[in-house]
């Protein structure tokens, strides 16, 4: 029983890229595409079909991989999501310090959020799928305090970026607090692409994004 359980672990520190005793484990380049290739027709299928009624065979059929190759991945399809809930992060982190990398010192607020909002991609696809996600993590508490774990874990890594960007002593008392301004940069950000699911129109979006971000960030006097 315990070979079995120690097996089981190995599996599961490979899974997240590291070996049972926390050191980084080796991913071959099949491995890699492999997975990739389960997220980009999970995220298709989630589209398509909805979250709670795109099944685990569903996936690996579209993805041209047999249910063997989606356990050697995941445990399950909220594993599956997170994986895509952080690759999405990542991304968009991604999207954020390119579009800052070019930014001078005394560079205007105006000038900051015109060079992030121009660079980023709300994608429509995957906020139909985080949306039906959240519908899912809102019936089952521990799914729910999984999913607030991760979203506190981006609020994090997004937190340096927002505190650069603006002057803390003069935003109104609630908002000088670092995590409560970023809470409330995310909050901007998840408003917008809630919009997007109902008004699929980037030209739109993005001037109502830049303006509530700008009133949200703007100096008080």
């Known amino acids: 029983m315990a070979d079995v359980s120690n097996s089981a672990?190995?599996?599961?520190?490979?899974?997240?890229?590291r070996r049972a005793d926390g050191t980084p484990a080796r991913v071959t380049?099949?491995?890699?595409?492999?997975?990739?290739?389960?997220?980009?027709?999970?995220?298709?299928?989630?589209?398509?079909r909805g979250f709670g009624r795109a099944g685990i065979e569903e996936i690996c059929e579209t993805a041209g991989y047999t249910r063997g190759a989606f356990y050697s991945n995941f445990d399950s399809l909220d594993e599956l999501f997170f994986a895509l809930y952080e690759q999405q992060a990542a991304h968009t982190m991604t999207q954020v310090h390119a579009a800052l990398a070019g930014a001078t010192p005394d560079?205007?607020?105006?000038?900051?959020?015109?060079?992030?909002?121009?660079?980023l991609?709300?994608?429509r696809t995957w906020v139909l799928v985080r949306t039906d996600f959240l519908l899912?993590?809102?019936?089952d508490p521990e799914t729910a305090a999984a999913l607030i774990r991760h979203r506190e874990a981006i609020r994090e890594t997004l937190q340096p970026v927002v505190v650069g960007a603006?002057?803390?002593?003069?935003?109104?008392?609630?908002?000088?607090?670092?995590?409560?301004?970023?809470?409330a940069v995310v909050t901007v950000h998840d408003a917008a692409a809630t919009r997007l699911l109902l008004e699929p129109d980037l030209t739109t979006l993005r001037?109502?994004?830049r303006d509530m971000l700008t009133a949200l960030l703007s100096p008080r006097g």
Do not use: K, Q
Not at 9 to 17: I, K, P, S, Y
Not at 29 to 38: D, F, N, V
């Open 107 to 119: 560079e205007g607020l105006p000038s900051l959020l015109d060079r992030v909002i121009s660079a």
């Open 9 to 17: 672990l190995d599996r599961r520190a490979l899974r997240t890229g």
């Open 207 to 209: 001037p109502w994004l």
């Open 166 to 183: 603006v002057d803390l002593t003069a935003m109104p008392p609630a908002l000088r607090d670092p995590e409560a301004l970023t809470a």
């Open 29 to 48: 380049r099949r491995r890699a595409e492999t997975r990739e290739r389960l997220l980009a027709a999970a995220l298709s299928v989630f589209a398509e």
């Open 136 to 139: 899912h993590a809102a019936r």
């Open 121 to 123: 991609l709300i994608d």
